[in-house]
Each structure stands twice: as C-alpha cells, then as structure tokens.
C-alpha cells in the first residue's frame, strides 16, 4: 500500500476451532435428518395418482405424443416395471401412429415424463447426482481457479491460494456420490439407459432414432468410463500441484522451480479442462432430456460452477479472516475477487439468456421442450433463478461498498451457492419427473449435507499445511496489491 | 459549478510551485516526504500510472463509476425506447409468429445499448472534466508531462515556506523547480 510502509511475512497456521466442527457436524446430521424425513414421507405406493394429473396437461400441451404413458400409470418399482411400461408404450405409439404427422414420428416419443412409473427411489438417487455432480464440479473448478492463477502468471491471488488448494481435495469424494448416484439410479434417471437396455433396431416397434443415433456416446459405458478417467487425471493434476506446492515451502528461500513446474501442469489441466468439462455436462445433466441437446449446455454448467466456486473461495477466506488468520489479506484481495464474482455472474446470466435465446430464436421443436416444460410448469422457479442468481448478485455487487464490505458480500456469495444449487438441480429433475417436481425435505436435506461435508473437509485440508505460500515467487507481490483508490 | 469547471484550470488558482522528475521512484519519495511536512499537493501529473502515487497524495475516489452507471441506465432505456417504438408501434412484423411485445431477442439489443452508452459516456465525461476534451484549451504545465516527466504542483497559500519546499524538492531529485502564476512559468 503506501511508499515505505512494510508488512511482515510469516507463517500461519490454521486449526479448526471447535464451534466450526460442531457447525459442519450439525450440518451434516440435520441434512440427514431432513433427508430421512423426506424418504419416509414419499409416496412410496401412489406415486401414480399424484403427478398424473400434471402429466395428462403436459401431453394436451404437446400434442398427441404421450397419450400412452396413461395407460401405464399403475405400474410398481423396479426395472420388469420400466419394461413392461414400455411395452404400452410401444402399443401406444402404435395405435397413435394414424394421428403422428412425419416429423414427429421419425423423433420418437419426444417427451417421456413417465414419473409415475418410476421408483420411488429415483428421488434420492437424482439429489444424490445433483449434489455430487455440483460439489465435484465446485471442487474443480476450484483447481481451475488456481490453475488460472499459474498459468496467468497472476500475482493478487498468492495469499489466497491455500483455499482453492484445500477445497481441489474434495473431487474424488464428490465423484464417488456421483458414481454411487449413477450405479443406482442410471436406469430411472436417464431415459436412454433404459431404452438401451431394450435393444431394438430399426423398424422395431417403439424404435427411437435419435436415441439409436446418440448411442455411439450416450451409452453406460461412456457414462461411466470416461467421466472417471476425466476425474482420475484432472485430480491428479490437481494433487501434483498442491504437493509441488508443498515442496516450495519447505524448499530454501527463492527457489523457483516448483514454481515452474506449477505451470506446466496448470496448463496441462487448463487445456485439458477446457475442451472436456463439457463432455460432464453432456453425459450427466443434458442426458436427462436425452432428445434434447443445446450445443451452449457444456459452457452454462461450467458458468453455474465456476461463479460458485468462486463465491466459496471468499466465503472461505473471509471466514478465516474473521477468525484472525490470513493476517496477509486485506481489502484489497477480497474487492478483486468481489470483481471476479461480480464479472462471472454476468457471464452467467448472459449463457443462461443466450441458450434460452438461440432456442427461442430457431422454434424448433425438439429444442424447445426443455424450456416448455419449465417455463409452462415452473414459472416461478425459472424466474427466481434469474433473480436470485443474477438480478440480486448483479445489483449489489456493483457497488464497490458492498464488494468490499465484510457482511454485504458474504451474504451474497452464499446466496449464490445456494441459488447456483438450485440452478443445477433446476436442470434434471423437471426433465426427470416432469411437471411433478418439487423441493421437498430429502431434496434440502441432501444439499445440507453436502454442504456441511465439503465445509468440513476444505477447512479439514487447510489445518495441513500452512495457511501463507511462504516461498512462492510473487507472495511479496501479492502482500502490496492495491487496486487504488 | 458547470461541468467544465473553470477553477480546475491552472490559471485561474493561486501561485504553484512545480517540480519536475525523470524517475518515478524519486518522484514517490518526494510526494511522500512534501505529505510528511503536513503540504497539501495539488496534483501529479504522469505519462503513465505509477503505483500508490494515488495513496499518497490523497486522491478521492472517482465519481465516474457513478456516471457510467447513470449512462448505462440511459442506454438501456434508450434502447428499449427505440425498440419499442419500431417494432410494436410504429411498424409491427410478423417474424415466425413471435409476439409484438418485450421478447428475449430484444434484450441483445438494450444490453449493447447499454454498453455502447455507458462506454461513450464515461470517456466524455471524463475527458470533460479532466479539461481534455476538443474545444477545451489545454493545460499542460509541461508538454513533457504526456511523454517522459513527471509534474508534481503545489498550490501556495499564505505563510507557506516556499523556499524550504523547492529545497526539498530539489533534495529529492527533481531535475527542475518553476513556478507558475498568472499563466508565467519562470525557473527558479
């Protein structure tokens, strides 16, 4: 900051007090408690009988498609269920076929909401990989950020860099709720995992173009193997860096070639991020409307991720502030990432109305069922995503008071990650239960539990090692950033 | 006060007291040490940024982020104006059944409007306040200030120990001392 006025360096280190401990644990069970209540009071038998009504209005919406799931409405659990399902659809797609125009039909049953067929189960198993894919996708693009900082040859971020470092450990767990999620659950949540497994080939009855057509990728194998081997190389990636990290504290004073080779391998995991995040997105989250794509989706969920990755990051770092550590962080470091966040809610805002706005645009049919069904049945909640990721963010962080105010602007990073949650969660499950969806206790319960887990985690990771980059190349840089008056 | 404030313009104050500089590090312990001795300085004028100058002198937070923001509103609700005008009351087109009201494809249009304001907005308001604007007769001290020195200015006031304080700027390394009164510069 000011001519001549010296800061001194030293060392940090961080132990989790207590109150944090118990916050995270009280988290977590209440999030387990919800959830319990929540899966005892499904509807385990009549599922049927509750969305039915909904889904009859979907179909009047869109034409003749669908009349058949009607007939399926009694089915029970399980995948004889999901089979025996289609076989009246297959019926019913050929009663129908006199009244189906060209197009249409070469697209198959475009719109498959059957929720009333599906298990009860498939509740937990969809918000167990909504959460998982969102904190696996956090944890990334926490290692993204930190990769950025290398590769950019940034300076400003140097005292803070410990927190992405800590928060980069939690992909493999998050993956896992992933793996658990889809090993579980792929049949019900993924319409084309089901109709994978009935095997029909051209001319069938009930054959589906498009599906057939996407099966190259959107198959179980792809489902399963390359996101994983994504996963194992990003985060090896990610623990060769936080252990070269390690080595340049320990290593003498003005040592710089872990510094160096921290490039390289941020490039590496830059270049390789970059081109493949969105195959995630596509495999994950799009392939629940299996008929529908949007060539944007892969940029929108990297968007939703990384302004909440980055809202974590100063959530975390004035939480230790507040905790009187990172004596080395000032003001200025939390107004940068203030505009960093600021900067990255309008880039999400501006994907999230441009996917809208190409669709909007071209009218085509088999694009606009995604936002039919949610604007048509959740009008409401397509809104307040907008309000509460954008117009709230947006409106508060343009003020410098507020990016630099040590209450305004936690508060609305929190609220972003709770919104950015939602937005994830607001991309499958309409397109899993239809117009039936709802927030419900197991839906909070799961996200609390998460959200307790990755907290106590991150600030778990943070007690090993200490909280300032002792040698890294531009830590004095960073102690004087200022970014003026 | 008009937007063109004429008590900007160096004429119009009391006697300065300038001083000149080659390096940017001299020039930063000099301000520092005139601060010290409790002077105000009036401005430093440089070529190019230089890091905490701003600090030390004291310089206010800009209001222009305040007038890009009220440029931007008008942008927006210029452009939503003249959208509006065209396509729902003036001349409605029926383009693939889209309705004639607010739809999303007029939203590129308003936010580029509002960037395209707030843009022009801020660079001529700043250039007008900064007294740099066509029409606006300049008020270098020194044509080398917009290429390789630094100005630092100091307004007089009375019972100021001016010749204490070319000492020190002297001491400090500046390379020439002036003053300037009434638009005359004479060396000292």
């Known amino acids: ?485 | 006060m008009g937007l063109v404030d004429k008590n900007l313009s160096l004429r119009n104050r009391n006697k300065m007291l300038i001083g000149v500089w080659e390096d940017e590090d001299a020039l930063l312990s000099a301000t520092q040490a005139v601060v010290d001795k409790g002077v105000h300085i009036h401005d430093v004028f440089t070529p190019y940024p230089v890091h905490g100058l701003d600090r030390i002198i004291g310089v206010k937070r800009s209001r222009l982020a305040r007038i890009a923001f009220f440029c931007g509103l008008t942008g927006l609700s210029l452009m939503f104006t003249m959208i509006w005008y065209m396509y729902v009351k003036d001349w409605p087109v029926n383009v693939g059944n889209k309705p004639v009201r607010f739809s999303p494809s007029w939203i590129p249009v308003m936010f580029e409007g509002t960037i395209l304001c707030t843009a022009f907005g801020m660079g001529v308001f700043f250039f007008l306040r900064n007294r740099m604007l066509h029409g606006i007769k300049n008020d270098l001290l020194d044509d080398r200030q917009t290429d390789d020195r630094m100005i630092m200015t100091i307004e007089t006031c009375e019972g100021m120990d001016e010749k204490g304080l070319i000492e020190l700027m002297k001491e400090k390394g500046a390379v020439e001392t002036r003053e300037f009164h009434h638009g005359v510069q004479t060396v000292i």
Not at chain 1, 273 to 289: Q, R
Not at chain 1, 343 to 363: E, P, R
């Open chain 1, 1 to 485: 900051m000011g001519h001549g006025h010296h800061i001194e360096i030293k060392q940090e280190t961080f132990s989790m007090p207590s109150k944090a401990k118990s916050f995270t644990m009280i988290m977590m069970i209440l999030g387990l408690v919800l959830s319990g209540i929540g899966i005892a009071t499904i509807d385990k038998s009549g599922a049927a009988h509750d969305t039915h009504a909904g889904h009859n209005e979907q179909v009047a919406t869109d034409n003749h498609e669908t009349h058949e799931h009607s007939e399926a409405a009694h089915s029970e659990h399980g995948e004889e269920a999901n089979a025996e399902h289609h076989d009246h659809a297959v019926a019913g797609t050929a009663e129908h076929e006199e009244h189906s125009n060209v197009e249409t039909e070469a697209f198959g049953p475009r719109i498959e909401y059957h929720a009333q067929d599906k298990p009860w189960t498939t509740k937990i198993w969809s918000n167990l990989l909504v959460a998982g894919y969102y904190f696996t996708m956090i944890s990334l693009c926490a290692l993204f950020w930190y990769a950025i900082q290398y590769a950019a040859n940034a300076g400003w971020s140097v005292t803070i860099k410990r927190v992405p470092e800590a928060m980069l450990t939690f992909i493999p767990i998050a993956f896992v709720f992933v793996l658990i999620a889809l090993i579980f659950g792929k049949d019900n949540i993924y319409h084309w995992a089901h109709y994978e497994h009935l095997g029909l080939k051209p001319g069938d009855a009930g054959y589906d173009k498009v599906l057939d057509g996407k099966s190259g990728f959107l198959n179980t194998k792809m489902l399963f193997i390359f996101p994983t081997v994504l996963i194992i190389w990003w985060y090896f990636l990610g623990n060769k860096l936080r252990s070269l990290s390690l080595q340049e504290d320990n290593a003498p004073k003005g040592e710089v070639s872990f510094f160096k080779k921290s490039i390289r391998f941020s490039a590496a995991f830059l270049v390789t991020f970059g081109f493949l995040i969105s195959i995630l997105a596509w495999l994950f989250m799009m392939s629940v409307d299996a008929h529908w794509y949007s060539t944007i989706f892969g940029v929108y969920n990297f968007a939703t991720h990384w302004v909440s990755s980055i809202a974590f990051i100063a959530v975390f770092v004035i939480y230790l502030k507040s905790q009187g550590h990172l004596g080395l962080v000032n003001k200025e470091h939390q107004h940068d990432l203030g505009k960093f966040m600021f900067a990255f809610t309008v880039f999400w805002a501006y994907i999230w109305l441009f996917q809208y706005l190409l669709i909007w645009y071209a009218h085509i049919p088999e694009e606009m069922m995604y936002y039919q069904i949610r604007y048509e049945n959740y009008k409401p909640f397509f809104l307040g995503n907008f309000i509460l990721n954008f117009a709230v963010p947006f409106l508060f962080l343009l003020m410098r008071s507020a990016k630099r105010s040590s209450w305004v602007f936690p508060t609305i990073a929190c609220v972003m990650i709770v919104g950015h949650y939602f937005d994830v969660w607001f991309m499958v499950m309409p397109g899993i239960f239809g117009p039936g969806a709802h927030i419900g206790l197991l839906d909070i319960g799961v996200f609390l539990f998460f959200l307790g887990l990755f907290v106590f985690w991150t600030l778990t990771q943070l007690q090993k090692r200490g909280l300032v980059a002792i040698n890294h190349p531009f830590l004095e840089e960073s102690v004087y950033h200022d970014t003026g008056v």
